[in-house]
Every structure is written in structure tokens, then in C-alpha cells.
């Protein structure tokens, strides 16, 4: 690890550090997508060669599988899986509830099943995720390429039946070229500003034909855990309602972060 690491990715590194301590040999684990994320992966994939951890890893992205192979985990599809024991995975946004939007590094419909087919989701994040109240983060909504911009017109129409503030919908895009996801999908993300009522938008979103998914993840998170660039690490579990403070150190000699 490098010990140059700016501020924000030592938060990023810790959150991810003190979720690898929740994963124990045997266990199915399913690997979130995007930069917090990877950390996790690469910490994981430390354990797995030098401390001879043994679990089997559900990518949710094509990147993440790569990465997940690169550092050495046993790589599983989720119809091998079947169910996980504990999904790890980064997020846009979390609110007081843990109520989460996802979908900024574009992965969210694969996010959401790997979450969904799991006994736990433990999120990681640092701390300028964390929101009073989701949609400043504009929310993606996966939608199939055909008819995508009469799904954007419909969508449109539908915020403004629920007066809904910010109404701006940008397609995604990759350079000159919309965005697609890995199964081959748009996304389109909602400039809200505020999401009132996030269980019934998401609902809604979903309702519409062509809409195959949002970024919306309303009580499927367990668990988040924040860092902070200074190596303090905040736990907020949603079963019990607490928080629990901790802490590592940056060691620069060794250029790794130690539990104290
Ligand atoms: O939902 C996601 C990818 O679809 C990511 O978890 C989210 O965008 C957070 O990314 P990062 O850890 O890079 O801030």
C-alpha cells in the first residue's frame, strides 16, 4: 500500500479493512463494485494468500471478477452460490435508516441481487457519504436500451405526478456513447435534490415497463461501516441502533493501517 494515500482513500481503506473481519473461512461473500469496494477485495485477497482464509467470491460486476481473480479469490457465479453468507459493498449515499443509493459506478442491478440473496449486507464508505436525507446523489435507474428515451419521457411524466422538486434525467454516458452496463443495459440517472419517500419511489420506478432496476436499496443493508482519513472507524449497526467507535493507526514505515 502506498503510503501516499490521500485522505479520502485511508477512509476508504479502513472501512474496508475492518469489514474484512466480519468474513470467516467457508463463507459465501458477495464483492460490491467501485473504489471502496476494491479495497475490500484486495484486503480479502490478502487474507485468502496469506492467512489461508477459504471463501468463494460473487463478483457484481465484471471489474470486481477481475480483480477478485487478479489477488486470488475463488471466483463463483451466484446460481453456484446459490445464497450468500455476507455481502460487502461500497455506497453513494446512506441514510439515518441505512437506506442506501447505489448505482454511481454503474453496477447496481447486479449489486442489488447479490445483496438481496444475502443472509447480510455490510456497507463501507467514508463519511462524506452519509446523508440526513438520500437524492443528492442523482439516482440511477437501469433501463433497457429500446424505447429508452420513452421510458425517459414516462419517468419524467411520473416525478411530476408526484411533484417531485428536481425533475432533471440525464442519460449516462461513456464518452461520445451512452454508458452500458454489464447486462447490456442504459442508465439514466434522476436529479432529484431530495427523496421524500425512498420505499414508494422505489416501488414506482420499478412498476414501469421499461425500467429493469433502481439504485434505491430501502432495508437491505445490515450494517455500515464509515471511515475517516484519519483511521477512525464508526459502526452502525441497523438490528441493535448503536454506533461503535474505533480506530487504526497509519504505520507509514510499513505503509499499512494496524488495528491499535
Ligand atoms: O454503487 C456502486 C457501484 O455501482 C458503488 O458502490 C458506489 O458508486 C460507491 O463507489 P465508491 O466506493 O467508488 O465511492
Redesign the pocket.
Given at each position: 500500500m502506498p503510503a501516499d494515500l490521500s485522505p479520502i482513500d485511508k477512509a476508504?481503506f479502513v472501512a474496508a479493512k475492518r469489514a474484512s473481519e466480519f468474513v470467516e473461512s467457508g463463507m459465501r461473500v458477495g464483492l460490491?463494485?467501485?473504489?471502496?469496494?476494491?479495497w475490500l477485495v484486495r484486503c480479502l485477497g490478502e487474507m485468502v494468500r496469506e492467512e489461508g482464509l477459504r471463501i468463494r467470491g460473487v463478483p457484481?460486476?465484471a471489474r470486481t471478477a477481475a480483480l477478485a481473480r487478479d489477488v486470488g479469490i475463488d471466483v463463483i457465479s451466484l446460481d453456484e452460490a446459490k445464497w450468500l453468507d455476507l455481502t460487502i459493498?461500497?455506497?453513494?449515499e446512506f441514510d439515518p435508516e441505512l437506506n442506501?443509493?447505489?448505482?454511481?459506478?454503474?453496477?447496481?442491478l447486479q449489486?442489488k441481487i447479490v445483496a438481496t440473496a444475502s443472509d447480510q449486507m455490510i456497507?463501507?464508505?467514508?463519511a462524506a457519504?452519509e446523508v440526513a436525507n438520500l437524492g443528492a446523489f442523482p439516482l440511477?435507474v437501469e433501463v433497457v436500451p429500446f424505447g429508452w428515451q420513452t421510458t425517459q419521457a414516462l419517468l419524467s411524466e411520473t416525478l411530476e405526478a408526484m411533484d417531485v422538486m428536481g425533475r432533471e434525467i440525464t442519460l449516462r454516458m461513456n464518452g461520445e456513447r451512452p454508458y452500458v452496463t454489464d447486462e447490456g443495459n442504459y442508465i439514466v440517472d434522476l436529479h432529484l435534490g431530495r427523496i421524500g419517500n425512498a420505499r414508494q419511489l422505489a416501488l414506482i420506478l420499478n412498476q414501469m415497463p421499461g425500467v429493469v432496476e433502481n439504485?434505491l436499496f430501502v432495508d437491505i443493508c445490515d450494517r455500515v461501516i464509515v471511515g475517516h482519513g484519519d483511521g477512525r472507524i464508526e459502526l452502525r449497526d441497523i438490528n441493535a441502533g448503536t454506533v461503535t467507535e474505533d480506530r487504526m493507526e497509519f504505520v507509514e514505515d510499513d505503509n499499512l493501517f494496524r488495528d491499535l
Open positions: 476508504k460490491g463494485t467501485g473504489s471502496t469496494a476494491a457484481t460486476s459493498d461500497g455506497a453513494d442506501l443509493i447505489k448505482g454511481g459506478g454503474g453496477a447496481l449489486e456497507v463501507i464508505a467514508d457519504k440511477p439504485g
